[in-house]
Structure formats: structure tokens, C-alpha cells
């Protein structure tokens, strides 16, 4: 690796990129294939199966010291929120291969990710939007919009936070281990 401290989240960003790319061509596609508000509570389900546990993991190693502002980081339970609202009964499995935090670094190479979601959420929130078969209004969204208009500002202070820690290899390594089993996952819940 050849980056420094002062650049980590653009070296991060680099070496996952395909990674990245990759878990979103699935969302992507799972999206605009998406015909009933049922394959939407199937999503949602989907995603708080990884994000939970994830999350979860992430907690018991970040601080306050290290991100000031973690209570108020996105949540999985926003989507149960966004369940409820649909009213639907669904059942919601938890991933059983995730990624594996031990330690403060591999905490915010995952971290990464989901906050990085906040940003793709923005996107993904006008895809939902759009879907006339979904009947959604912005309000319903919860957990695709992310911070709102904080998310900007939010990503802004995480990758601040990300820049000022060190374990380079661990963070990326982390991240991609992310990315990746959030696409076997999403393969495995077939959305």
C-alpha cells in the first residue's frame, strides 16, 4: 500500500473499488427488477440481517474518542422502521458469514461501508421513489435517506475520523471482506 494517514479513505476507496462495485451491481440490478412491495420488504429484511450484526460488531470497538457523533450513525433500525411502515410479515434471517471484527481498525474498514452507504442511499432512495409498483413517498424511505441533508456532512466528519487512524492494511482488508460478503449475502437472499 502506498498510501498515508492523511489520504487513507482515497486509498480505501481505491483498493475497493471493485469490491464496491461488484455488491452494487447486484443492488442495482435487484432494484430495477423490483415489481411488488414485497421484494421490497425482502430487501429491506436482507439488508438488516447484515447490518444488525454488523453494526453490532462495529460498536464494541469504535469510541466516542474515535467518532464523537457514533450514537447518531445511521442504524439498522431504520428498517425495521421501513418494515412496519409496509405492514408486511416478513421473515428476517441474520448473515452467518460476515465480515470479521476483532479490533478498532477492521471496525472502520467495515464502518466504511456502511457509512459509504449513507451516500448510495441518496441514489438508491430516487430509484424507490420512481418504482410507481412501490407507492413510496420520501418519508418512507428512512433508512435509503440516510442522514437527509446531514449525509454529506456526516461522510465528511466519518472519513476525517477513518483519515486519522492507522492499521492501513486492516482497514482495507476489512472493508473489502465487507463488500464482499454483503454481496454473497445479498446473492444468498436472492433479491
Known amino acids: 500500500m502506498t498510501g498515508t494517514q492523511q489520504n487513507l479513505s482515497e486509498v480505501v476507496k481505491k483498493e475497493t473499488a471493485a469490491a464496491h462495485a461488484a455488491a452494487e451491481k447486484i443492488l442495482v440490478k ?3 427488477g423490483m415489481k411488488n412491495r414485497e421484494q421490497y420488504a425482502a430487501m429491506l429484511s436482507a439488508f438488516y440481517g447484515f447490518y444488525q450484526p454488523v453494526q453490532q460488531s462495529i460498536q464494541q470497538y469504535i469510541t466516542k474518542e474515535d467518532l464523537p457523533d457514533k450514537e447518531q450513525r445511521r442504524t439498522a433500525s431504520l428498517l425495521l422502521q421501513d418494515l412496519a411502515y409496509l405492514g408486511m410479515k416478513t421473515t428476517v434471517n441474520k448473515c ?5 471484527i476483532t479490533n478498532k481498525e477492521k471496525a472502520f474498514g467495515a464502518l466504511y461501508v456502511l457509512e ?8 438508491l432512495t430516487k430509484m424507490l421513489l420512481k418504482n410507481e409498483a412501490l407507492q413510496l413517498g420520501e418519508s418512507d424511505l428512512t433508512f435509503f435517506n440516510g442522514y437527509k441533508d446531514e449525509t454529506g456532512a456526516k461522510w ?9 487512524q492507522s492499521g492501513e492494511e486492516e482497514i482495507i482488508n476489512a472493508a473489502k471482506e465487507t463488500f464482499v460478503a ?3 449475502w445479498l446473492l444468498e437472499c436472492k433479491i
Not at 116 to 123: E, I, P, R, Y
Not at 156 to 164: D, E, G, P, Y
Open 96 to 100: 452467518n458469514n460476515l465480515p470479521v
Open 182 to 184: 454483503f454481496k454473497n
Open 156 to 164: 465528511k466528519s466519518f472519513i476525517a475520523a477513518l483519515n486519522r
Open 30 to 32: 435487484s432494484l430495477h
Open 116 to 123: 459509504g452507504s449513507t451516500l448510495g442511499g441518496q441514489h
